[in-house]
T-cell receptor, first 109, second 115 residues
Framework: GQNIDQPTEMTATEGAIVQINCTYQTSGFNGLFWYQQHAGEAPTFLSYNVLDGLEEKGRFSSFLSRSKGYSYLLLKELQMKDSASYLCAVGDSNYQLIWGAGTKLIIKP | TAGITQAPTSQILAAGRSMTLRCTQDMRHNAMYWYRQDLGLGLRLIHYSNTAGTTGKGEVPDGYSVSRANTDDFPLTLASAVPSQTSVYFC??????????????FGEGSRLTVL
C-alpha cells in the first residue's frame, strides 16, 4: 500500500529552527510537495522537490532523498505565524497526490 | 482575485438527504479536484476532472458524484448522505492536469455534518 508518515505534532520556540520529517512509500514517484495549513483555513503551497537535494525559499527549505524515501521541511527564524499544520504529499505513478496526515507545529514565545 | 469559491461554508444535513457542494474558480485552470479532510487522516481525493467534460474517480468516490459542464464549475453531489460523510470538503484546482508544478489552489472548505 501507499503510505506517508510524518509526526503528528511538534513544538518549537519563536526564533528557533525546526525540522519536520516525512517518509513515504508509494507506487512510483512524481515529486514531493509541502503545504501549510492554518487552523480552519485552506492548505497553501510551500515547496516542490523532484530531484534529490535542498531547495531553499526564504526562511523555508525542503530536502529530498528519493533513495531513502525521505524529505524534510526546515523552518528557520520561527515566527508565531508559523504555527500551522504542515502537509507532506507525494505524486504517485498515476500522477495523483498521496497526502500525509500533517504535522501540527506549535510555536511558543 | 477570488481564486476558488466554495459554498456553503458549513452545513448540517439529515441522513438520507441530498446535498450539492458548489465550487467555482476564476483562474481558468484545466484541472479541478474534490478532497475530504478528516482528523488524523491525510487529504483524500474523491473525484477529479482533468478538463471540462471529463471526470475521474479518486481514492474515495463512493456516495459522491461530480460533473464538469464548463471550465469554472465543479459541483460535488451527495445523493443520500450518511454520517460517515461528515467531513471538511476542499475543492482545488491546478493549471494543468496531473502533477505539473504541483501547485494546487484550494478553496476555503465546506464543513459538512450529517446527523
Amino acid at each position: 500500500g501507499q503510505n506517508i508518515d510524518q509526526p503528528t505534532e511538534m513544538t518549537a520556540t519563536e526564533g528557533a529552527i525546526v525540522q519536520i520529517n516525512c517518509t513515504y512509500q508509494t507506487s512510483g514517484f512524481n515529486g514531493l510537495f509541502w503545504y501549510q495549513q492554518h487552523a480552519g483555513e485552506a492548505p497553501t503551497f510551500l515547496s516542490y522537490n523532484v530531484l534529490d537535494g535542498l531547495e531553499e525559499k526564504g526562511r523555508f527549505s525542503s530536502f529530498l532523498s528519493r533513495s531513502k524515501g525521505y524529505s524534510y521541511l526546515l523552518l528557520k527564524e520561527l515566527q508565531m505565524k508559523d504555527s500551522a499544520s504542515y502537509l507532506c504529499a507525494v505524486g504517485d505513478s498515476n500522477y495523483q497526490l498521496i497526502w500525509g496526515a500533517g504535522t501540527k507545529l506549535i510555536i511558543k514565545p | 482575485t477570488a481564486g476558488i469559491t466554495q459554498a456553503p461554508t458549513s452545513q448540517i444535513l439529515a441522513a438520507g438527504r441530498s446535498m450539492t457542494l458548489r465550487c467555482t474558480q476564476d483562474m481558468r485552470h484545466n484541472a479541478m479536484y474534490w478532497y475530504r479532510q478528516d482528523l488524523g487522516l491525510g487529504l483524500r481525493l474523491i473525484h477529479y476532472s482533468n478538463t471540462a467534460g471529463t471526470t475521474g474517480k479518486g481514492e474515495v468516490p463512493d456516495g459522491y458524484s461530480v460533473s464538469r459542464a464548463n471550465t469554472d464549475d465543479f459541483p460535488l453531489t451527495l445523493a443520500s448522505a450518511v454520517p460517515s460523510q461528515t467531513s471538511v470538503y476542499f475543492c482545488a484546482s491546478s493549471e494543468v492536469s496531473g502533477i505539473g508544478n504541483g501547485e494546487l489552489f484550494f478553496g476555503e472548505g465546506s464543513r459538512l455534518t450529517v446527523l
